[in-house]
């Protein structure tokens, strides 16, 4: 199966930066769409950011300005540059992508573990 695994979350202070990474593996042909997402505690989850696999990409305009979404096709793999962080950014951050294997014979969309980003004031 296709798993997907993030990293780079953690702790941060008002207006500092932090880089979310969010790989895939499996037995992998190509993969379309990727994505990232996030939930506050109370709230449902929010899209962030996408990108396509031409590399046009779409924010929230929350994060217009402030925020980064990347990939590296050979590494199966989607960034997210967070810059100028803000406490109201706080929540779990969650990527997507949407992946045609040898698994299945369509493309299924899966999600990572998510991954704690803080921001402090």
């Known amino acids: 199966q296709v798993q997907l695994v993030e990293s780079g979350g953690g702790l941060v202070q008002a207006g500092g930066s932090l880089r979310l990474s969010c790989a895939a593996s499996g037995r992998i042909i190509s993969i379309n769409d990727m994505g990232w997402y996030r939930q506050a505690p109370g709230k449902q989850r929010e899209l962030v950011a996408t990108?396509?696999?031409?590399?046009?990409?779409n924010y929230a305009d929350s994060v217009k300005g402030r925020f980064t979404i990347s990939r590296d096709n050979a590494k199966n793999t989607v960034y997210l540059q967070m810059n100028s962080l803000k406490p109201e950014d706080t929540a779990v951050y969650y990527c997507?992508?949407?992946?045609?294997?040898?698994?299945?014979?369509?493309?299924?969309?899966?999600w990572g573990q998510g991954t704690q980003v803080t921001v402090s004031s």
């Open positions: 990108i396509t696999s031409g590399g046009s990409t």
């Open positions: 997507n992508q949407n992946v045609r294997s040898k698994y299945f014979s369509a493309p299924v969309t899966y």
